[in-house]
């Protein structure tokens, strides 16, 4: 136990503790509210820029570095211990969450929403359960911090939502649910029959290695109910349907944090945990995750371009991205799998961007309905240029984090099937119609009738400060891992290349050299 | 002296009773309330009665404490009537907590209804001590005549509300299925004495109401078929109280009918008696007859699982749906008991988990139980979500509670709900129920549906604008109810994150 250990521990505890303090808000001054808010998104951004700093030189267990264990209980009667600790899969993930997470606090603080200590607290829970997942070795508290948003989301999405609000939230927590006990299932399936006595993902790893690796058909199954488990709760197509939804109508930080950073549990489980236990299982399943994900790239894809309101192009285009997420995963490769990882850091920032930027739009004309849009350009050119940035971010243009991504799937996929990269490849054509098209329905062009009368009525100006912070931090992210991606393939490709999680690199041992793409840009 | 003489010698020298100190103490104190009803003046009993009940709870909480580990545990008392184990110290417990919860609820419904109060806690005081007698009987003897005050008290509870011509129908029901359960059990229990003390059978036994000398009986002859069909019988009589599938038909109209602290006793109590009751068994004298058990009580369970949650669908009655979910819940428990009788070897901590569950449905059920007794109106039975519209915003901290208990029931991470489920689920997989598993897993995410169509019309819902049920819920409750509420809302929490102790118990298991 040293500082970094407790600082970890600290970057998961706060926004709760935060979220704690706020359940007492009655008796809390406003304005202090607002203080222990933002403390409780600033401290798990700060833990984990340092943490970041410092990993590289850090001491590591089996891989793992600032590890700590907490029983809390059920450590002698099932192997449940709360055990914290960052690899280089999971702290790429981290940062992206505290950084997503701080601004979409941040939006929260100045949204001036009704009731907002409970907002701010419900976001704080859901915050601090989304920096748990990413820093839990225990792969039961990994599951158990993640439906930590579950409550929070219904609540938010229902209280605070717009258009369908509480059908979108019924529906979101039946689908999530689904999801999540179908993962369950799999997880305590996994922890049953490793014969590890123990929910640690290191000792299951060391259970499964060797000669204690599962039957070829034990692990089809048990791949298949995480992958489906998984792939709910990731909008995996066909079973996406709650996702677009669900973001249309959540309020912007709660699309932020749950579109960005939330979705990104299952694809993150299934890199950390089912390729690494379950290399034998994966491979039956590669044509199914191939082309449910082709699914998500072309049939969502064009469902996205055919969308009129922009928040619901931002939501479908969300759910359409993340299937590059699962062609990586696919590609059953080191370099598949690190090119996901990178994926998932890029799709979380300029999705929570796109999300922000979105509501400042719908401030300023007072619509979604794109056909109703126009000329903002005039009224608002730095909201335009971010807009534009956060599109061609998310078409994935080198300069942003998403090129590496895209780039490195593409890659390892081409190892897989020519093929299936030509048609991955049409998803890039798709989205940039789409985004190009939304920055020019918007901005461009003359104003609409209804857009010049909702705009002497209600005259705000460019984007200002208290949107313009949130939104550069995302923006600078973006760019900081464009033009230097070392700083997370570094880490990444040490925790992947290395012995412990050989799965991966004897499944496809020739790709190892092709890792040097990623890691020296 | 002679063999007679030496026998009930023997019986005499078992007789401890200090070891049955609490169940007595609350005799005396249901008593003392009768007397105190002669010597009180009117004015004072409203008050003064619930209190004298509620120390009594709590001086027989601190005795059953006292002798948690007490050097009698695990020897059979009086003659072999009782039997006293940590289960069964665990369930008496668990019965004080729950009659205790049960007490406050009658506080805050008893007064809104002009109800009397002294017959009422008279009941519970004696109910719970029957309750906890049953969770140490050793007897088929004792097991009969504790499940027969417990079964008559409640046919009094459930039609305590005289006025109400709901209430009344609700006792009708209970009784005449109450009736046929006992008699169930009772030919059950005859078929089990006759074939058990039948002399040209190896291991028969002149002792043969005694667990230990029938379960040594039923493993000489596992394929007995009298017996067989006697402990089919038991179980179904069981099934009656726990109101398991296919013997749930009177659950919702009685939940409905009963006043709400009734139903919450019914819902908490009886169900936790039952399942006291089957692992005695199903783990004790039943053991051997596995071929019969195992399959019965997992139809049980799946029937359970999946018509709770559907039946509770499209309820909007919200007695009704803590009555169908409860069915549900007595499933996902059911499951737990196959469990630990499936493999016994593989999953010797499935009883705690039982248990564990047990105590978490207390809590949640509780907290959800105490919002019901604050919103309800003049007419006990109707209790519909449409009067819940708003209420987060009337009373943040009812609507607080309110979502607590059901996240908890619907066991969503991290109240304590989910480490139940959590705990039975790894359970099942130990003991390789995949079907069970499979439709318990389903019959979670359907439950999302009524538990959330709850709390929505709770949350999102707004007032409706009729004045006389607005004005029914209070803006400020007593201190001693939002202390109460309050601290079992922190409890799933606390419970959901930090097992400590509990998760002890269940490894030395």
Redesign the interface.
């Known amino acids: 136990m040293n500082d970094a250990t407790l600082l970890l521990q600290l970057a998961v505890a706060a926004p709760l503790a935060g979220g704690l303090i706020l359940a007492f808000g009655n008796f809390i001054p406003k304005r202090l509210c607002k203080l222990i808010a933002f403390v409780g998104f600033l401290v798990p951004l700060l833990v984990a820029l340092h943490l970041w700093w410092g990993y590289a030189a850090a001491p590591k267990t089996s891989g793992y570095a600032f590890l700590s264990v907490t029983d809390l209980g059920l450590s002698r009667a099932l192997g449940i211990a709360l055990k914290l600790g960052l690899n280089g899969i999971s702290l790429p993930l981290f940062v992206m969450a505290a950084i997503v997470g701080f601004a979409a606090g941040l939006v929260a603080l100045q949204s001036g929403a009704e009731r907002l200590k409970l907002y701010l607290m419900l976001l704080l829970v859901m915050h601090g359960g989304l920096m748990g997942v990413f820093a839990s070795v225990d792969i039961f508290f990994f599951y158990f911090f993640h439906e930590f948003a579950l409550i929070p989301t219904f609540l938010l999405v229902g209280l605070w939502g717009g258009r369908d609000r509480v059908y979108a939230a019924m529906k979101m927590t039946i689908y999530l649910t689904a999801g999540a006990m179908l993962s369950l299932a799999g997880l305590i399936a996994l922890y049953a029959k490793s014969n590890a006595a123990s929910f640690d993902l290191i000792n299951l790893r060391l259970a499964l290695a060797g000669d204690g690796a599962l039957l070829a058909s034990l692990q089809h199954n048990l791949f298949g109910l995480l992958l489906f488990g998984f792939g709910i709760l990731v909008s995996l197509w066909p079973f996406h349907s709650w996702a677009p939804l669900g973001y249309g109508a959540a309020p912007t930080s709660v699309s932020m944090l749950h579109a960005g950073v939330l979705k990104k549990f299952g694809l993150y489980g299934l890199v950390q945990i089912a390729l690494p236990l379950l290399p034998l299982g994966a491979q039956d399943w590669v044509l199914w995750i191939v082309w449910l994900a082709l699914g998500n790239i072309i049939v969502i894809g064009l469902v996205t371009m055919a969308q009129r309101d922009l928040k619901q192009m931002v939501g479908f285009g969300s759910v359409m991205h993340v299937g590059y997420g699962f062609l990586g995963v696919a590609c059953l490769s080191t370099l598949g799998a690190g090119g996901a990882v990178l994926f998932m850091v890029a799709h979380g920032f300029s999705v929570a961007l796109l999300f922000l930027l979105t509501a400042q739009i719908h401030q300023r004309v007072g619509t979604f309905d794109m056909a109703q849009m126009g000329g903002l350009v005039k009224r608002a050119p730095v909201l335009a240029a971010f807009f534009s940035a956060a599109m061609l971010a998310s078409i994935g243009l080198p300069g942003f984090a998403g090129f590496w991504g895209e780039l490195t799937i593409f890659l390892a996929l081409w190892q897989l099937s020519h093929l299936y990269t030509a048609l991955a490849m049409l998803g890039l054509v798709i989205s940039a119609v789409y985004g190009l098209r939304a920055v020019a329905k918007v901005f461009f062009g003359e104003p609409t009738p209804n857009h010049v009368s909702y705009a002497t009525a209600n005259p705000t100006a460019d984007l200002d400060w208290a949107a313009r912070i949130p939104a550069l931090v995302l923006l600078a992210a973006l760019f900081f891992i464009g033009f230097w991606p070392k700083a997370l393939t570094a880490p990444l490709n040490e925790t992947l290349t290395a012995p412990s999680s050989s799965a991966l690199a004897t499944a496809v041992p020739a790709v190892d050299a092709t890792v040097n793409i990623v890691a020296r840009p | 002296m002679t063999p007679e003489i030496k026998a009930l010698h023997d019986i005499a020298v078992s007789n401890y009773w200090p070891a049955l100190a609490p169940e007595i103490g609350l005799g005396v104190v249901a008593l003392a309330l009768l007397a105190l009803e002669l010597l009180l003046p009117k004015r004072q009993l409203a008050t003064v009665i619930p209190r004298v009940a509620i120390l009594g709870f709590v001086a027989a909480l601190a005795w059953t404490l006292r002798d948690w580990s007490a050097v009698w545990l695990g020897h059979e008392l009086f003659g072999g009537l009782v039997r006293q184990t940590t289960d069964s110290q665990i369930m008496r417990v668990f019965f004080l907590v729950a009659s205790l919860l049960v007490s406050f609820i009658a506080t805050i419904v008893l007064p809104k209804q002009k109800a009397p109060r002294v017959e009422f806690f008279h009941v519970l005081l004696v109910a719970t001590g029957a309750l906890m007698l049953l969770a140490q009987s050793n007897h088929f003897v004792l097991l009969f005549v504790a499940l027969e005050t417990v079964t008559v008290a409640f046919y009094i509870l459930v039609s305590y509300f005289r006025a109400s011509p709901l209430s009344l129908e609700a006792g009708l029901k209970y009784l005449v299925m109450g009736s046929l359960s006992s008699a169930l059990l009772l030919f059950g229990i005859v078929l089990l004495y006759g074939i058990a003390g039948n002399p040209l059978l190896a291991g028969h036994t002149a002792q043969s109401m005694n667990f230990a000398a029938l379960g040594e009986f039923l493993r000489h002859n596992p394929d007995e078929p009298l017996a067989l069909v006697g402990a089919a019988l038991v179980l179904s009589g069981i099934a009656f109280k726990i109101g398991a599938v296919p013997f749930q038909i009177w659950v919702p109209d009685v939940y409905q009918g009963a006043p709400t602290p009734v139903t919450a006793f019914l819902a908490v109590s009886s169900k936790a008696a039952g399942f006291a009751l089957l692992l005695i068994l199903v783990r004790g004298p039943f053991l051997p007859l596995a071929q019969v058990t195992l399959p019965l009580l997992s139809i049980f369970a799946a029937l359970s699982l999946l018509f709770g949650n559907l039946a509770a669908l499209p309820q909007r009655n919200v007695k009704r749906l803590m009555g169908l979910s409860g069915v549900s819940h007595a499933g996902f428990l059911l499951v737990g008991v196959v469990a630990s009788i499936a493999r016994t070897d593989a999953v010797s ?1 499935a009883p705690a988990a039982v248990y564990f569950y047990l105590f978490t449905y207390l809590l949640g059920a509780m907290a959800v139980f105490g919002v019901m007794a604050h919103v309800a109106g003049d007419a006990d039975a109707d209790q519909d979500f449409r009067h819940y519209a708003g209420l987060a915003r009337k009373s ?1 901290l009812l609507g ?1 509670v309110l ?1 607590c208990g059901i ?1 908890s029931l619907a066991g ?3 109240l304590a709900g ?2 139940g489920k ?2 039975i ?2 359970a099942a ?2 003991a390789r129920l995949w079907i069970l ?1 499979g439709v318990a ?1 389903v019959a ?2 359907v439950s ?2 009524y538990y ?2 709850w ?2 019309a709770a ?2 819902e707004e007032a409706p604008p009729s004045p006389e049920r607005a004005a029914v819920v209070p803006l400020h409750l007593g201190v001693a109810a939002s202390l109460t509420l309050v601290s079992l809302a922190l409890a799933t929490v606390l419970l959901g ?8 118990w ?2 030395t298991r």
């Open positions: 901590w943040p607080a979502a996240g969503i991470p991290p989910f480490i959590l705990l689920f790894v997989f130990h598993l897993i979670v995410v999302i549906y959330f169509g709390m929505r949350f999102y994150v930090y097992q400590g102790p509990f998760g002890q269940i490894a």
